[in-house]
């Protein structure tokens, strides 16, 4: 079946801008995870999803930084107000169960989405 | 603080030879394990993992060795192919409660030919 797919592949702002990144998770994944990779580093994370609830997200930087999974499905990334800082990639991964829920923790990435601030 | 650390930014071998990758972390709590690898503009995929309640844990040419008292984590491949030229990286869970993976920066392998 389809992997984990992010759009758009490339994202280019202008400082101030918001933007919205999307991910379509494997269909049927109970975890969303939302991760920050900058240029030479591991993934970081921003904030995980279990269906629709929002169970952590601890990892989002600021308050312009702003995810949602209203039907336990897709989810969108919100950046509003974009700073230079913000340039990276931002991945996207689900697993088929949770913590708590007996699953495994083997996590599904999608290729990311490269924001550009300029 | 980096509690997830891969000290070698890279790695260079020959073909049909062993590869170890090396991971150590600071946090006693952690008790899951995860290998990664990456290619460049593609998310990372699942390699092998282990749980803090084991040592080992082989998967055809992967094998994962966990040094708890070291808090040390090593990823062997034998033998190495040029397919296996990557990133890669290592990440761990926290103790339940918490679904935060903290990932290692990464190391580059690079299997000669």
């Known amino acids: 079946g389809a992997g984990v797919s992010q759009s758009p592949r490339y994202k280019v702002a202008k400082r101030g801008q918001d933007v919205a990144l999307r991910c379509d998770p494997i269909?049927?994944?109970?975890?969303l995870f939302w991760y920050q990779q900058a240029l030479g580093q591991g993934p970081e994370f921003l904030t995980y999803?279990?269906?629709?609830?929002?169970?952590?997200k601890s990892g989002l930087p600021s308050d312009r930084f702003f995810a949602e999974r209203p039907e336990g499905s897709v989810s969108t990334l919100k950046i509003q107000r974009t700073q230079q800082e913000d340039s990276a990639v931002y991945l996207c991964?689900?697993?088929?169960?949770?913590?708590?829920?007996?699953?495994?923790?083997?996590?599904?990435f999608g290729p990311g989405t490269r924001l550009t601030v300029t | 603080d980096q509690q997830v650390k891969q000290n070698s930014p890279s790695l260079s071998v020959q073909e049909g030879r062993i590869s170890i990758l090396n991971c150590d972390y600071t946090?006693?709590?952690?008790?899951?394990f995860l290998w990664y690898k990456k290619y460049p503009a593609e998310g990372p995929t699942f390699l092998i993992s282990?749980?803090?309640?084991?040592d080992k844990n082989e998967d055809g040419r992967f094998t994962v060795f966990l040094n708890k008292s070291a808090k040390h984590l090593s990823l062997h491949i034998v033998p190495s192919q040029p397919g296996d030229s990557a990133v890669y990286f290592c990440a761990a869970i926290p103790g339940s409660g918490t679904y935060k993976y903290i990932f290692g920066t990464g190391t580059r392998l690079k299997v000669l030919a």
């Open positions: 282990i749980s803090s309640i084991k």
């Open positions: 991964a689900s697993s088929l169960g949770g913590r708590g829920t007996g699953g495994s923790y083997e996590q599904y």
């Open positions: 999803f279990q269906n629709e609830a929002q169970l952590d």
């Open positions: 269909s049927g994944h109970v975890s």
């Open positions: 946090n006693s709590m952690f008790d899951y």
